[in-house]
């Protein structure tokens, strides 16, 4: 019964993310031109939430590699500690992909970790983030690699579901809501007789 149901949930994320791929497009096509109020800022794509901890990430992250210094190639594993999902990295790779996390969650590094104190396991999101990583990976690899997609070869990550947000269903509350235009999910705002 397990393996029906994972089935069913891995369509439901491939149908999800494939409607999530085109939100932007179909979102930036909606939106008012580029420098008109009610726009996205020049550079910004349309439907996408700002990441307001880019530079504090940014500072962070270019601190730890200058930290680093001649172990940024080493195994992860040798310089890092508590490492139980990442291993065979090379540490500097390991830094790189805890960055892309937190953008993909619209979070900085103190959302899973304590600064400084990077091993402690005193906050439930890293846990949860090991959680998921061996879910998109149980996704990838035991059913989206075994599906005939032509030449594309699709794979699920962070974003498919987040899209900068922490929480997923706020990003899919978001999507839905440009979907549904200005009738809204109860049809508020829908001409007389309930039919656009």
Known sequence: MRRPAAVLVVLAAMSFSF?????????????PPMGRPGGPPPGEMAGMPVDSFVA????????LLEDLGDRKDMPAESVFKNLKVFKGLTAE???RVMDGFSHSL?????????????????????????DMMKMSR?????????????????????MT??????????????????????GGPRGEGRPPGGRD
């Open 138 to 158: 149980a996704i990838n690899d035991d059913y989206l690699a075994k599906m005939d997609f032509g030449n594309d070869h699709p794979r699920v990550g962070c």
């Open 19 to 31: 409607a999530l791929a085109n939100a932007p497009m179909r979102a930036a096509a909606q939106a």
């Open 106 to 130: 619209g979070v900085n590094c103190s959302h899973c970790h304590v600064p400084g104190h990077w091993k402690d396991e005193d906050k439930k999101p890293k846990q949860i983030a090991r």
């Open 56 to 63: 504090d990430r940014d500072s962070i992250i270019q601190a």
């Open 93 to 95: 790779r390991l830094v």
């Open 161 to 182: 579901c987040h899209r900068g947000e922490r929480e997923p269903m706020h990003a899919m509350r978001m999507m839905m809501r440009r979907e549904r235009g200005p």
